[in-house]
């Protein structure tokens, strides 16, 4: 792919190290960390340890136990706790060990974070940030893999964002760190390592073979509500986020269809001018996510390109998605929305007039 | 083969129900006086006595006894008294608003004024309050919160200061050190853990006060609460106010039946006190004593006050259905005004004159800011705040689509 199509981020290639999306979220809050007294970290097995998934690695040793540790295994308990710091006038970045795990805070994160700001009329703020790996495709079962971003899309007052690479990560994580809303932010675990494209029988490539492996060391952001044209193409418009990105730019590779793909990464709020324009101008939209299909966030974004795209469309809007089950262990490929089923998609959007 | 009796499932049930008199002997009081007094550094494990007990100062004639009667300026305990009184008025005159359409909703405090009172009055300025929607003593017992103001967030009017967006009590006062009511149980108590953390974590002097009532601390909040103020040993009071009753549920069917909830904080390492929440001199005492530790780096403590709800739930609840009539009548921990006025007569720090004129002059004063505040309008007369600020405050800086729908509805 190419990097120059990522037109806001113009940073020099050669001053960038090469990262895996794990290691460019740590250097996201060991920045934040070292910038601003005020950020704290912190989550299950998050201290000494480092993270199941090592994102906080070395934190806890550079930073002090009372800026980053661990938590008892209470999701409400953390949010609350965060909550109560963003009262305070910290900035906690706590971490849901799996996205599948945040329901017990639900009514800290619905009820409260959200809407503290509305109800107190600015009095008191939530600037808190919650990371949460979300996704399968590492053979994590139903309790392991679930995607539930449309749970908090449908909640007014957060910001829900999904990186889908290193650079992203780190840039999408500080500013969600810096902003003074309540953000949900959902790490694709399957991109943690490298740009996994739904084959799964294939090696996986590291991300220092990638070019968006290639993150710099300090501060720098990617603003919220901002799209990126992950491929420009001009026959038809992708609308997907996290891991689809690539399963997707697989699937126009593989069919030689000629498809804009556009990486969403806030999904919201989102960039809407960004999308209405790719969509106006190819005529033709395919929605991916992995998640479940009713009620998904596709279902918003077929709405949105309906109430703002219906003139320039040629054909229905298609949606590839999770099947409506929960996430299977053994048949995880089978519910997969892999680069077949999306192939398969964008033939169909591109044969209907 | 052993024979046994069929399994039954055992749901508690107060003693008294309308027409019939409720046995208050379950609260099992203790004597005035009668409780020790820990020093501030006690370990937790050693105040599960006080966990069972219950601390009081005064006794029937209004004598202060025992360890926890600590001395107490006169001046301070003449200050909570106009307060208690001064929140007993404002509470009649918002209920009368009510009953007269001018205010959609209202939750009083009556009998309970004395806890939100004198702890507000054992704190220091910038301690942060997690309230619940019954502790305006917290903001009344204070000179710096404009009751005219507290009264315009009542009348949901043009100079509500809470915009129009939240019931009715929900007030949000942070630069009075009372966060913004929820109306969701609990989930302020762990709220006030995270506060207390944080400013243990900035090295800070300031310490959190987290409240709750008894029917809430089923909730899960209320347990995590717990945990996190004991394992981060939390510079934060954790207030239980069991005034026996949520809504119509009696306080056993939360679990306080043949145990107490202060004693929940003795299981979780806490250092935990139960409470004459109706003797003023007490709730003083022991909020310091809390406070204290807070401050010392000494940890959290659980207080529970004992009290009772004199009045309706709220303006939608009536509780004659659901519990006798004139059960406050019969509650054995009295009036906390009527108890702290004998005290201070007893004293000679204040006589019947006074407090007729003191009474006289707070209802002319709450009266006032009632009339004031009218003056600003009401939701029932229209004058409210413009339904185009209805957008504003969901995110610091209004999105894209918050602002096509503010069009959409053409304001």
Same mark, same amino acid.
């Given at each position: 792919?190419?990097?120059?199509?990522?037109?806001?981020?113009?940073?020099?290639?050669?001053?960038?190290?090469?990262?895996?999306?794990?290691?460019?979220?740590?250097?996201?809050?060991?920045?934040?960390?070292?910038?601003?007294?005020?950020?704290?970290?912190?989550?299950?097995?998050?201290?000494?340890?480092?993270?199941?998934?090592?994102?906080?690695?070395?934190?806890?040793?550079?930073?002090?136990?009372?800026?980053?540790?661990?938590?008892?295994?209470?999701?409400?308990?953390?949010?609350?706790?965060?909550?109560?710091?963003?009262?305070?006038?910290?900035?906690?970045?706590?971490?849901?060990?799996?996205?599948?795990?945040?329901?017990?805070?639900?009514?800290?994160?619905?009820?409260?974070?959200?809407?503290?700001?509305?109800?107190?009329?600015?009095?008191?703020?939530?600037?808190?940030?919650?990371?949460?790996?979300?996704?399968?495709?590492?053979?994590?079962?139903?309790?392991?893999?679930?995607?539930?971003?449309?749970?908090?899309?449908?909640?007014?007052?957060?910001?829900?964002?999904?990186?889908?690479?290193?650079?992203?990560?780190?840039?999408?994580?500080?500013?969600?760190?810096?902003?003074?809303?309540?953000?949900?932010?959902?790490?694709?675990?399957?991109?943690?390592?490298?740009?996994?494209?739904?084959?799964?029988?294939?090696?996986?490539?590291?991300?220092?073979?990638?070019?968006?492996?290639?993150?710099?060391? #300090?501060?720098?952001? $990617?603003?919220? *509500?901002?799209?990126?044209?992950?491929?420009? /193409?001009? &026959? !038809?418009?992708? @609308?997907?986020?996290?891991?689809?990105?690539?399963?997707?730019?697989?699937?126009?590779?593989?069919?030689?269809?000629?498809?804009?793909?556009?990486?969403?990464?806030?999904?919201?709020?989102?960039?809407?001018?960004?999308?209405?324009?790719?969509?106006?101008?190819? #005529?033709?939209?395919? $929605?991916?996510? *992995?998640?479940?299909?009713?009620?998904?966030? /596709?279902? &918003? !974004?077929?709405? @949105?390109?309906?109430?703002?795209?219906?003139?320039?469309?040629?054909?229905?809007?298609?949606?590839?998605?999770?099947?409506?089950?929960?996430?299977?262990?053994?048949?995880?490929?089978?519910?997969?929305?892999?680069?077949?089923?999306?192939?398969?998609?964008?033939?169909?959007?591109?044969?209907?007039? | 083969?052993?024979?046994?009796?069929?399994?039954?499932?055992?749901?508690?049930?107060?003693?008294?129900?309308?027409?019939?008199?409720?046995?208050?002997?379950?609260?099992?009081?203790?004597?005035?006086?009668?409780?020790?007094?820990?020093?501030?550094?006690?370990?937790?494990?050693?105040?599960?006595?006080?966990?069972?007990?219950?601390?009081?100062?005064?006794?029937?004639?209004?004598?202060?006894?025992?360890?926890?009667?600590?001395?107490?300026?006169?001046?301070?305990?003449?200050?909570?008294?106009?307060?208690?009184?001064?929140?007993?008025?404002?509470?009649?005159?918002?209920?009368?608003?009510?009953?007269?359409?001018?205010?959609?909703?209202?939750?009083?405090?009556?009998?309970?004024?004395?806890?939100?009172?004198?702890?507000?009055?054992?704190?220091?300025?910038?301690?942060?309050?997690?309230?619940?929607?019954?502790?305006?003593?917290?903001?009344?017992?204070?000179?710096?919160?404009?009751?005219?103001?507290?009264?315009?967030?009542?009348?949901?009017?043009?100079?509500?200061?809470?915009?129009?967006?939240?019931?009715?009590?929900?007030?949000?006062?942070?630069?009075?050190?009372?966060?913004?009511?929820?109306?969701?149980?609990?989930?302020?108590?762990?709220?006030?853990?995270?506060?207390?953390?944080?400013?243990?974590?900035?090295?800070?002097?300031?310490?959190?006060?987290?409240?709750?009532?008894?029917?809430?601390?089923?909730?899960?909040?209320?347990?995590?609460?717990?945990?996190?103020?004991?394992?981060?040993?939390?510079?934060?009071?954790?207030?239980?106010?069991?005034?026996?009753?949520?809504?119509?549920?009696?306080?056993?069917?939360?679990?306080?039946?043949?145990?107490?909830?202060?004693?929940?904080?003795?299981?979780?390492?806490?250092?935990?006190?139960?409470?004459?929440?109706?003797?003023?001199?007490?709730?003083?005492?022991?909020?310091?004593?809390?406070?204290?530790?807070?401050?010392?780096?000494?940890?959290?403590?659980?207080?529970?006050?004992?009290?009772?709800?004199?009045?309706?739930?709220?303006?939608?609840?009536?509780?004659?259905?659901?519990?006798?009539?004139?059960?406050?009548?019969?509650?054995?921990?009295?009036?906390?005004?009527?108890?702290?006025?004998?005290?201070?007569?007893?004293?000679?720090?204040?006589?019947?004159?006074?407090?007729?004129?003191?009474?006289?002059?707070?209802?002319?004063?709450?009266?006032?800011?009632?009339?004031?505040?009218?003056?600003?309008?009401?939701?029932?007369?229209?004058?409210?705040?413009?339904?185009?600020?209805?957008?504003?405050?969901?995110?610091?800086?209004?999105?894209?689509?918050?602002?096509?729908?503010?069009?959409?509805?053409?304001?």
């Amino acid at each position: 792919m190419e990097i120059d199509t990522l037109a806001e981020e113009s940073i020099e290639s050669a001053r960038r190290t090469p990262m895996t999306m794990i290691q460019a979220l740590r250097s996201a809050m060991d920045v934040m960390l070292a910038r601003d007294p005020n950020v704290v970290v912190y989550g299950q097995d998050v201290g000494y340890f480092g993270g199941v998934f090592r994102c906080t690695e070395g934190l806890q040793a550079k930073y002090g136990r009372s800026r980053v540790f661990d938590a008892p295994i209470s999701e409400g308990g953390i949010v609350g706790t965060a909550v109560g710091m963003g009262a305070y006038g910290l900035r906690a970045v706590v971490e849901i060990q799996f996205a599948d795990y945040f329901y017990p805070a639900s009514d800290q994160i619905v009820s409260e974070a959200a809407r503290l700001r509305y109800r107190s009329a600015g009095d008191f703020t939530a600037p808190i940030t919650i990371r949460m790996p979300c996704g399968g495709g590492i053979f994590g079962g139903q309790t392991h893999s679930q995607s539930p971003e449309a749970l908090f899309t449908h909640v007014c007052g957060l910001r829900t964002v999904m990186p889908s690479n290193p650079y992203d990560a780190k840039g999408l994580l500080i500013a969600a760190i810096e902003c003074d809303d309540p953000v949900i932010f959902l790490e694709p675990k399957r991109l943690y390592n490298g740009p996994f494209d739904g084959h799964h029988d294939k090696p996986v490539v590291p991300w220092s073979k990638h070019p968006l492996g290639g993150v710099p060391e #300090g501060h720098y952001t $990617v603003p919220l *509500e901002s799209a990126s044209v992950f491929r420009a /193409g001009g &026959e !038809l418009t992708v @609308l997907t986020y996290g891991t689809m990105v690539f399963v997707a730019e697989a699937a126009a590779i593989e069919t030689g269809i000629d498809a804009e793909i556009i990486d969403l990464r806030s999904i919201w709020p989102l960039d809407l001018d960004t999308l209405v324009n790719s969509v106006r101008k190819t #005529g033709r939209c395919v $929605v991916v996510h *992995e998640a479940t299909r009713t009620s998904g966030f /596709g279902a &918003e !974004l077929v709405a @949105l390109m309906q109430e703002h795209c219906f003139y320039h469309l040629e054909a229905p809007i298609e949606r590839v998605t999770g099947w409506d089950t929960p996430y299977p262990h053994a048949q995880e490929w089978d519910y997969f929305p892999g680069p077949v089923r999306v192939a398969a998609a964008f033939k169909r959007a591109l044969e209907k007039s | 083969m052993t024979q046994h009796e069929a399994l039954h499932l055992h749901v508690p049930e107060p003693t008294g129900r309308p027409g019939r008199h409720t046995d208050f002997s379950y609260l099992h009081l203790s004597p005035a006086g009668a409780a020790r007094r820990p020093p501030v550094d006690t370990q937790p494990v050693d105040t599960s006595d006080l966990a069972y007990a219950l601390v009081r100062v005064l006794d029937d004639e209004g004598r202060a006894l025992g360890p926890w009667a600590v001395q107490t300026d006169p001046q301070l305990l003449r200050r909570g008294l106009r307060a208690m009184m001064k929140t007993r008025i404002f509470d009649a005159r918002m209920l009368l608003a009510q009953r007269q359409k001018k205010i959609s909703f209202y939750m009083q405090c009556l009998g309970e004024e004395a806890i939100a009172i004198a702890h507000a009055l054992a704190l220091d300025p910038g301690d942060m309050c997690f309230p619940t929607y019954r502790q305006q003593g917290l903001l009344l017992a204070r000179d710096d919160v404009d009751m005219v103001e507290m009264i315009c967030q009542l009348l949901s009017n043009e100079r509500d200061p809470m915009k129009g967006r939240q019931l009715p009590v929900m007030y949000s006062y942070k630069r009075a050190g009372f966060f913004s009511i929820s109306g969701n149980l609990a989930t302020q108590f762990i709220q006030a853990v995270g506060w207390g953390m944080a400013s243990a974590i900035k090295g800070d002097s300031r310490i959190a006060s987290g409240w709750i009532g008894d029917g809430a601390t089923a909730e899960a909040d209320f347990h995590t609460a717990l945990t996190f103020a004991h394992v981060y040993r939390a510079p934060v009071i954790l207030n239980v106010v069991n005034n026996q009753w949520a809504i119509s549920t009696f306080q056993a069917i939360a679990g306080g039946e043949a145990t107490t909830f202060a004693a929940r904080g003795v299981g979780c390492g806490i250092a935990s006190l139960r409470v004459d929440g109706n003797d003023f001199l007490a709730v003083h005492a022991a909020s310091r004593w809390a406070a204290e530790r807070a401050r010392r780096n000494l940890g959290p403590t659980l207080i529970e006050w004992v009290t009772y709800r004199a009045g309706p739930h709220s303006t939608s609840d009536d509780p004659s259905k659901y519990r006798p009539a004139d059960d406050y009548a019969h509650f054995p921990l009295g009036d906390p005004i009527a108890r702290l006025k004998q005290h201070l007569i007893a004293i000679g720090a204040w006589s019947e004159q006074e407090h007729e004129d003191a009474q006289k002059e707070l209802e002319a004063q709450v009266a006032a800011a009632q009339k004031e505040a009218e003056r600003y309008g009401s939701l029932a007369d229209g004058h409210m705040r413009s339904a185009a600020e209805m957008f504003e405050d969901v995110y610091k800086d209004m999105p894209e689509h918050l602002r096509r729908q503010r069009q959409q509805l053409g304001v």
